[in-house]
């Protein structure tokens, strides 16, 4: 009887640590920014950007959520730092070999790539997210996670973190650290 209180207790305990209650501006240290959100979706049964289709809907939908760090006085650094979040945010290679330039295209790419496929009985999506998980003058931590799901019969998810040196924009490497 004990275990199970303290396991829901702990298990309480690890849910309310782990909340990210930030708003679309946040603030992370003295780093201020702007999350941007982008939602597309296509296919023969679906509205190009309205709600996310219901389970019978046959769709592609992409949806991408990034921070844009505040650079009011055009330093270099953030500059590098906002360049290095879209070049992660839109990796993607089509089957016609393009690369995205903007989320739209991104986007496109991979509605198109959906639309390809002759009697297609599943949706296709993609989810993927930066988020700015601590911050100081010196240091700013992204983690990137991704979600997807295609013609394969299982979805795919990773995460990573990347460390970036504030003051210059570059990325930190395990030998940096060590």
């Known amino acids: 009887m004990t275990i199970k209180i303290m396991t829901g207790m702990m298990l309480a305990v690890s849910l309310l640590t782990a909340c990210d209650s930030r708003s679309s501006d946040a603030t992370s240290g003295d780093l201020a920014y702007q999350t941007i959100e982008f939602h597309k979706q296509g296919g023969k049964d679906c509205t190009p950007n309205g709600d996310t289709p219901s389970n019978d809907v046959i769709c592609a ?53 959906y639309l390809k496929i002759p009697n297609i009985a599943n949706s296709w999506s993609l989810e993927r997210r930066l988020n700015v ?23 795919a998810s990773g995460q990573t973190f990347y460390n970036i040196e504030r003051q210059t924009g570059r990325l930190l490497q395990l030998n940096d650290l060590l």
């Open 133 to 155: 998980v601590f911050a100081t003058a010196k240091l700013i931590t992204l983690r990137f996670s991704e979600f997807s799901h295609q013609s394969d019969p299982q979805p």
């Open 61 to 113: 939908v992409v949806h991408l959520a990034y921070p844009q760090i505040n650079n009011p006085d055009g330093n270099p650094a953030t500059t590098k730092i906002n360049q290095f979040i879209q070049t992660e945010l839109l990796a993607f290679e089509s089957e016609d070999g393009k690369t995205p330039q903007t989320a739209e295209e991104l986007a496109n790419l991979f509605i198109n790539d």
